[in-house]
């Protein structure tokens, strides 16, 4: 299983001012802990409580499917693109990125073992759209739109865009290359994807998009990738035994939940920065952002009391960031906690040679890359308790299908169980809707006239 390490944040490490009694803290909590793990397991198969997404690793029907359309389609496409926007497209990735190889859309084909290159459209710059269109051969690119509410203006814009231009370059064909992964029951591209005739795959019901990552929105994307799905949902099958633990002591979200809420509340530490130390695991920081801003991030508690509560999600790279943010971290305001992420075995070695002999770097000759990277993280670990600055590491064997599958479904568990000790509701997201509602007021929409008079008036648009 993956590990937490928390000896960094105790105050015999980092000081009485910036540390938790942690032990202490397990045992004041412990009864509250108890009651939202069990919460949390006894509604998760109750329509309204948004929880669905804790049964998606043992949805055999969904993983039948995508295998089954994966294995259809294979060798047909040179390219997959996704369109899709934050839940829709951060997940997928974050593990593609982790479990491809290095660089996979520039191996050659043979070095891909002839699996298709992925591409994230995940922005509406024109000049990057007009790139990548320009870059693909639509002929052979299968294209992924992803939106459940089939309303997402971006993903929707981006649709329309690729759909005209494959109508013209393929003829009727086109619909061979489009498929639609979105509501069961209803939304524009529900009824988009049934008029023309899509392949499509659902999003179930009571499932925000940023914890969908093992629906079919990410899991079809892996497969067509030639990512083992079933070892992912095997990692998240046996991570989610390990979380039913209602014992704090045993359950490791548990544990980092009240961590980062015992850190912002007790001890002001308004931002989590999280810092994988592997370049493959980047991007799952940035789908952590995103997890842990729109849950966390609320205006009101459950009583419907103005709290504006919610961490501020950092990303940082490690070793890249320690030359651009620790000094900041170190030395700059002590309000934040960070996550190190690290991976004890890599998947190669990597030597330097020995070389420069009796220099200021012979000391690096007879090292791996390994080593460096690892004594890196130490030591960054080291200079942020000098600093009294709190840590914890979340350690994972080795990037494996099995091991991204544990620790994204304990990041998930981890957020929930958080939002229930701030008495907030986790699955909802009523500042990104404002923004929408704006969005679809200032390109006319039918029935946002009002809203767009009085929006213009405020922007001073005439």
């Known amino acids: ?67 089954e359309y994966a294995a259809m389609v294979e060798n047909r496409f040179e390219n997959i693109l996704i369109l899709g926007l934050g839940g829709s497209e951060l997940g997928g990735k974050a593990v593609c990125e982790a479990l491809l190889p290095p660089y996979w859309n520039f191996l050659s084909k043979e070095q891909r073992n002839n699996y298709p290159r992925i591409f994230f459209l995940d922005n ?89 990552v093992f629906s079919a929105v990410g899991l079809l994307p892996f497969a067509l990738v030639g990512i083992d799905i079933e070892e992912i949902t095997q990692g998240i099958k046996d991570m989610d035994l390990a979380l039913k633990n209602t014992d704090i002591n045993y359950n490791i979200a548990a544990q980092n939940a009240l961590i980062h809420y015992l850190m912002d509340t007790k001890l002001g530490k308004k931002i989590s920065v999280m810092m994988p130390y592997s370049n493959r695991l980047r991007y799952i920081a940035d789908w952590y952002c995103q997890l842990w801003a729109e849950s966390l991030g609320k205006e009101r508690d459950n009583n419907n009391n103005i709290v504006n509560t919610g961490q501020t999600p950092v990303k940082a790279i490690g070793v890249t960031d320690q030359h651009s943010q620790i000094q900041l971290y170190n030395e700059g305001p002590n309000d934040k906690i960070i996550t190190f992420l690290r991976v004890k075995e890599f998947d190669t070695t990597l030597e330097i040679p020995n070389i420069f002999e009796y220099t200021g770097i012979s000391y690096l000759g007879g090292k791996t890359m390994n080593q460096l990277i690892q004594a890196e993280a130490d030591s960054t670990l080291a200079s942020l308790i000098d600093y009294k600055r709190p840590s914890v590491t979340i350690s994972i064997p080795k990037v494996t299908p099995y091991y991204l599958g544990q620790l994204l479904y304990m990041f998930e568990v981890q957020t929930a169980i958080t939002g229930a000790l701030h008495n907030i509701d986790a699955f909802n997201q009523p500042g990104v809707e404002q923004s929408k509602n704006y969005t679809y007021a200032l390109l006319d929409r039918v029935g946002y006239e009002d809203s767009a008079k009085e929006l213009k008036e405020k922007l001073l648009i005439k």
């Open 1 to 67: 299983m993956i590990e937490l390490n928390y000896q960094s944040i105790k105050p015999e490490i980092i000081g009485n001012e910036n540390g938790l009694n942690i032990e202490k803290e397990f045992e004041n909590y412990k009864d509250s802990i108890h009651k939202i793990i069990a919460d949390l397991n006894s509604n998760k198969d109750k329509p309204g409580h948004k929880l669905q997404w804790m049964n998606l690793g043992y949805n055999e029907e969904t993983i039948w499917y995508v295998k």
């Open 124 to 212: 509406i710059d024109p000049d990057q759209m007009n790139s990548i269109l320009k870059m693909l051969d639509l002929k052979k690119t299968l294209v992924n739109v992803i939106t459940k509410s089939g309303s997402t203006a971006e993903v929707m814009a981006q649709y329309m865009i690729i759909k005209d231009m494959m109508e013209k370059q393929l003829g009727e064909d086109y619909r061979k290359n489009i498929i639609a992964t979105t509501d069961k029951n209803i939304g524009i591209l529900k009824q988009l994807a049934d008029q023309e005739g899509y392949k499509t795959f659902y999003i179930p019901d009571d499932i925000e998009g940023r914890f969908s």
